[in-house]
């Protein structure tokens, strides 16, 4: 009895230790959070000097980056997506609140010129959200994707347009989204009455995303892409010759693509990076480089970072459908060879955290 009272005694603080050690063990195998703390842009200093004048977001303030030196614009608040008139003299970005969003047209230092949006209200639902403004090329009205009509829990997007000197009661509506999928954003007003914008749909195997090309309000419209390749951040080239999209058909990883803007249609792309988590394109004021969104270090902070194209092979084989559908695309797919020698990208930030869902705004 007393031999069992001594092995009692002497176990129980062996099975104390041994499930102590157990657990911290075990506990050294969890992942864990890796902090780094983020910086704001005017306290760094870009290793590359982009050309031209930059606008782009960081924790909901707008920051303008020019002869590689950061400023900060804008009165306070929870701003984003700031994007040029075309004359480059003022922007319009999104100021956003607790359950809604406006638009604001802004000088290039960031003060106030009007409120174009009013979509708060007193009653939740009836509180609307604006994202996405794009100027059209002659400067007289804005595009920008808006959560309006709303059906009980079906709110998807669609593009609205309306006057940049007039009232939102002038707003008309000219994209009819595929419900439950998010809807119709990111609009790329052309000359005229066309418009590329990224329409999503849905079928048995997801959502899925493409560049759509829309001759005027109302009509139906084509694909650009393929359903299958998910491509969405569409920017266009200055000289409106060119498109780059991110492409991540339906994987964890993306490309950042090119192709040539055909009309109505996209010829041949060419992958300039593959298998990272690239965001924004846009493009230098004369297309030869762009700049985009991607995370580096442990944290994936998103960073800038700038990429010189390289120059197009003289001759293309390309393959092409004659006639795009909602799941086919005429040549965006297609590749182009001889193949050029890969960019090389820079990165242009360190230590930031940019809103990598704000396109830059450059000129």
């Known amino acids: 009895m007393i031999l069992r009272r001594i092995a009692t005694i002497l176990f129980v603080p062996l099975m104390v ?32 000097t982009l050309p031209g004048t930059m606008f782009l977001a960081q924790g909901g303030r707008l920051f303008k980056l ?23 003299t003022r922007l319009v970005a999104v100021l956003s609140g607790k359950q809604s969003s406006d638009l604001y047209l802004l000088d290039l230092d960031g003060h106030v ?17 604006a994202f996405y403004p794009r100027v059209t090329p002659d400067g007289l009205s804005v595009m920008y994707s808006y959560d309006s009509p709303k059906v009980g829990f079906r709110v998807d997007f669609a593009v ?12 008309r509506r000219r994209t009819d989204p595929y419900w439950y999928t998010g809807g119709d954003i990111i609009p790329i007003p052309l000359p005229g009455t066309a418009l590329i914008y990224v329409k999503h749909s849905i079928d048995q195997t997801g959502v899925h995303s493409q560049l759509w090309y829309q001759e005027r309000t109302g009509a139906i419209g084509h694909a650009m892409t393929a359903l299958t390749d998910d491509c969405g951040s569409p920017a266009l080239s200055a000289d409106r010759t060119q498109l780059a999209m991110i492409c991540s058909a339906g994987k964890q990883t993306a490309k950042l693509e090119v192709a040539p803007l055909n ?22 004021s004369d297309g030869k480089a762009l700049a985009y969104f991607a995370p580096t270090g442990a944290a994936g902070h998103f960073q800038l970072w700038y990429l010189a194209l390289p120059a197009v092979a003289s001759s293309a084989s390309a393959s092409a459908s004659t006639t795009p559908s909602a799941g086919t695309s005429p040549s965006v797919r297609a590749s182009v060879s001889p193949a050029p020698s890969p960019p090389l990208p820079v990165q242009v ?10 396109p830059p705004a450059w000129f």
Do not use: C
């Open 17 to 48: 230790a041994f499930g102590s050690g157990v657990y911290l063990y075990l506990g050294t195998l969890k992942s864990k959070a890796v902090k780094e703390r983020v910086q704001l842009p005017t306290v760094t200093k870009p290793s590359f």
């Open 66 to 88: 020019k002869n590689g030196s950061f400023t900060e614009i804008g009165p306070p608040g929870d701003w984003s997506m700031p994007t040029l008139t075309p004359d480059h």
């Open 113 to 129: 010129i009007k409120r174009l949006t009013h979509d708060d209200a007193r009653i939740i639902d009836a509180n609307h959200w």
């Open 160 to 171: 609205w347009t309306m006057p940049l000197d007039g009232t939102q009661s002038q707003a």
């Open 263 to 284: 009309g109505t249609t996209l010829g041949p792309a060419r992958v300039l990076l593959s298998g990272g988590l690239y965001a924004s394109p846009a493009w230098s």
């Open 349 to 358: 930030t360190q230590g930031v955290d940019l809103s990598a869902t704000s």
